[in-house]
């Protein structure tokens, strides 16, 4: 079994940063990407940023210039820097993988969430 396990979500004022952090652990045999999504209230889970093997990193628009994400690929973890956070950043931040097995198919895999709440 996989398990991703997040942290660094919180309460943050307008402007403000966090960072949020992944690790993944269990019976992995090799990471294709990990990433981050999130879901607001009453909205669906939306990606925020995506890291794909070899080096290629993906963001949402509203995101872009003031969240970075980041790969350790020797720990298998995934960070979020998010700076200049805005109201409508608030919501629930999932991880994500695509982790192969010992056959090395690959699967997703998803954290349990973290939240980040910006108050303006």
């Known amino acids: 079994q996989v398990q991703l396990v997040e942290s660094g979500g919180g309460l943050v004022q307008a402007g403000g940063s966090l960072r949020l952090s992944c690790a993944a652990s269990?019976?992995?045999?090799?990471?294709?990407?990990m990433g981050w999504y999130r879901q607001a209230p009453g909205k669906q889970r939306e990606l925020v940023a995506t890291s794909t093997n070899p080096d290629t990193t993906k963001y949402a628009d509203s995101v872009k210039g003031r969240f970075a994400i980041s790969r350790d690929n020797a720990k298998n973890t995934v960070n979020l820097q998010m700076n200049s956070l805005k109201a409508e950043d608030t919501a629930v931040y999932y991880c994500?993988?695509?982790?192969?097995?010992?056959?090395?198919?690959?699967?997703?895999?998803w954290g349990q969430g973290t939240p980040v709440t910006v108050s303006s």
């Open positions: 994500h993988g695509k982790i192969r097995d010992d056959y090395f198919v690959s699967h997703d895999y």
């Open positions: 269990g019976r992995l045999f090799g990471i294709d990407a």
